[in-house]
């Protein structure tokens, strides 16, 4: 930041940054990267449910989302390789988002055409289980779109020009990653009443559009040619090292003995989010809430409770540093599944549902700004895309490996009590498991207020 940039009132700064090009494309870029999880995971889970599909069936298709955990995998071949054809026209950054979108938006139109179901599907006069083979277009909807992440986030840290900015390139990016939730968890309900879910689903397709036209707009972080030019080529000894090995050597060495609680931290802090995320529909489908409701009342009150939790977010990101507002979303994020436990005892009540959708979209909102921002206040440049994917990775990882026996859990909680008794206990039992990270983060900001500058520089 210029001397000048840093004497100017921080609203200010704000300001000049709102009206850089980049911003906007960080918006769009966001929103494309946030409308495959859930077509792939929660509102997955509603049309199955609609099509007698069992819970644990449910449960066990939602670990098609562990992609999304192991793009750490992969990531190295991101960021030191360009993408086949696309790599050469656009870059690096740019040739994966453009790639990895396309198979996206070809991977939806086949889960739209062949549709969740018990039978068989004869394909080049080969009879295959449909359900087996609509699993299959899911993870490579997943796979895709993790890849998309992978390259979105590295393109958001390297173009950011000082922490402020990265504050508000990752709120900026929340908010269109939270749109494109509220769009394929809410207005996708009302589309699947009028229309049916197949061409819902063509339509969320469709919309991918915005992440190819955020991706032709962008331009090509001056980091990544700098990173480029520092590093060995990948298909050499060194290279491999490098581009293998060197984000984790690189990540321990800077953050020392701290690094493993950092990670252990990250590794749990959204984990009741994660559990509790396939049973929502299903369990609103169990409850008698039409979803015409489910959709209106997201895409409204929740839209705007949404905006808000990212805003506050990102604010307090500024105002009070990474760290405390890290502190203060593994509070609100559990908290918010009690909300839940409560619909279940007292029914299908619009305005008590209304309540608990605010709430959770507010919790979710902050908290998701909250982890976004500290993972990538901890990359280097160089490693962007494998660290931040590490990072991502690790938040994800425990919460992915459990939620699929989150229908397992909820049907033997039945065993002796009534269906939503059943919710009721396993909501509950999701904001327990958040205390965990609540004490890891409360010793982060213990270490940061003794270790680091104070956090109004951040």
Not at 14 to 37: A, D, E, H, T, Y
Request: aromatic share 10%.
């Amino acid at each position: 930041m210029t001397t000048s940039a840093a004497k100017r009132p921080a609203w200010q700064n704000v300001l000049q940054n709102l009206r850089q090009p980049k911003v906007l494309v960080m918006l769009l870029l966001g929103f494309s990267s946030g409308i495959p999880l859930y077509l792939v995971g929660n509102t997955l889970g509603f049309w199955m449910r609609e099509n007698s599909i069992e819970l644990s069936t449910i449960g066990f298709l939602s670990w098609v989302g562990l992609a999304y955990s192991l793009k750490f995998l992969w990531a190295p071949l991101i960021d030191k390789v360009d993408a086949p054809l696309l790599g050469r026209w656009l870059g690096r950054r740019r040739g994966w988002m453009l790639l990895s979108q396309l198979v996206v938006v070809a991977a939806l139109i086949g889960m739209a055409l062949v549709q969740p179901q018990q039978g068989q599907l004869v394909l080049a006069g080969i009879a295959l289980d449909q359900l087996v083979v609509f699993g299959v277009l899911a993870l490579v909807v997943a796979f895709a779109s993790s890849t998309q992440d992978i390259v979105i986030d590295a393109w958001r840290i390297e173009s950011a020009d000082s922490n402020e900015q990265q504050g508000l390139l990752t709120s900026t990016s929340t908010l269109g990653y939270r749109g494109a939730l509220l769009v394929t968890d809410s207005l996708i309900l009302i589309f699947a009443a009028q229309i049916g879910w197949s061409l819902s689903y063509e339509v969320m397709a469709l919309l991918m559009g915005v992440g190819v036209v955020a991706t032709l707009s962008a331009r090509e972080p001056a980091a990544t040619q700098q990173a480029l030019a520092a590093h060995p080529a990948l298909f050499t000894a060194q290279g491999l090292f490098d581009a293998v090995v060197g984000p984790f050597v690189e990540f321990f060495r800077h953050h020392g003995r701290w690094a493993l609680l950092m990670l252990a931290a990250i590794s749990l802090y959204r984990l009741p989010d994660f559990v509790m995320g396939p049973m929502a529909n299903p369990f609103y489908a169990d409850l008698g809430i039409a979803k015409e409701t489910v959709g209106a009342v997201r895409g409204s009150f929740g839209l705007v409770a949404t905006v808000v939790g990212v805003a506050a977010a990102g604010l307090s990101a500024v105002r009070f540093g990474f760290v405390p507002t890290l502190l203060a979303g593994a509070v609100l994020g559990p908290a918010s599944n009690l909300g839940f436990a409560y619909l279940a005892l007292h029914g299908a009540d619009a305005g008590v549902f209304t309540t608990v959708m605010v709430i959770d979209n507010f919790c979710n909102g902050f908290a998701g700004v909250a982890l976004v921002g500290y993972m990538s206040s901890l990359t280097s440049v160089g490693y962007t895309a494998t660290q931040y994917a590490l990072l991502s990775s690790f938040y994800a990882l425990p919460g992915k490996l459990l939620k699929g026996l989150s229908g397992v859990a909820v049907e033997q909680l039945e065993l002796g009590r009534s269906l939503l008794e059943a919710y009721a206990l396993f909501f509950t039992a999701t904001a327990v498991v958040g205390v965990p990270a609540l004490l890891l983060c409360l010793t982060l900001a213990r270490r940061k207020s003794v270790h680091a500058p104070p956090a109004s520089a951040a």
